[in-house]
């Protein structure tokens, strides 16, 4: 079982729903992270939580310590919002960085 | 932007070849990265640095060996290049403590004929 686990792997949506993206761990963590990467692109950081929750513009993480459990919302999506979203965790033993293996979505028009 | 630069960008070589791949800095920051991104398997950590010399290994660091002998160099060494690392290599770095803000290279690509 991976140490970081995305839901769903794959998402579609329309121009204009709200979606959400969750992230669970299985380890003791100093900060989660998330990230976009847009097709062909670089990995840019969206947000870095360590407790509570952060919002940028249309985009908000939430993060529940005691459970282990993450979400990146996006309101009003974009066409272009379409970007594999990942999440990471900062290993609270060793400093590693543990990645899940990333949310493909899909915005459509 | 902290100022981290990944050369080359882009490399084509062959079997059995050693390639070198760079990351720099240009922020003193103490934590870095290396990682692989392939189809089907996300980012997966090869080496990491905590410090000048101080280094460790990450899930998949067979056939890679790694260098940090200043701050703002961490330099990702395939011996003997095979086809399986055909691959983007990031580079990645974070900021001040373990709660810091991370900062990826753009990637080098990797095609190992």
């Known amino acids: 079982k991976n140490e970081v686990e995305q839901s769903p792997q794959n998402l579609t949506a329309q121009e204009g729903e709200f979606i959400t993206i969750n992230c669970s761990y299985s380890v003791g963590i100093s900060a989660l992270h998330w990230l976009q990467q847009h097709p062909g692109g670089g990995i840019v950081s969206l947000f870095m939580?360590?407790?509570g929750k952060k919002k940028h513009g249309r985009l908000i993480a939430t993060i529940n310590i005691q459970e282990k459990h993450s979400s990146l919302h996006i309101t009003a999506s974009h066409p272009r919002d379409s970007a594999v979203y990942i999440c990471a965790v900062t290993s609270y033993n060793t400093d590693k960085l543990i990645f899940g293996t990333g949310t493909r979505l899909q915005v459509f028009p | 932007d902290a100022g981290i630069t990944q050369s080359p960008r882009h490399k084509v070589t062959e079997t059995g070849t050693p390639v070198t791949l760079r990351c720099h800095q240009t922020?003193?920051?103490?934590?870095m990265y290396w990682y692989r991104q392939d189809p089907g398997h996300g980012l997966r950590l090869i080496h990491y640095s905590y410090g000048v010399k101080d280094t460790d290994k990450g899930e998949v660091s067979d056939g890679y060996s790694v260098s940090r002998s200043k701050t703002e160099d961490f330099l990702l060494t395939l011996e003997s290049a095979t086809s399986s690392q055909t691959s983007v290599y990031f580079c990645a770095i974070r900021q001040g403590t373990n709660t810091g803000e991370l900062f990826f290279g753009e990637g080098s690509r990797l095609t190992v004929l």
């Open positions: 922020e003193n920051h103490r934590y």
């Open positions: 939580l360590s407790s």
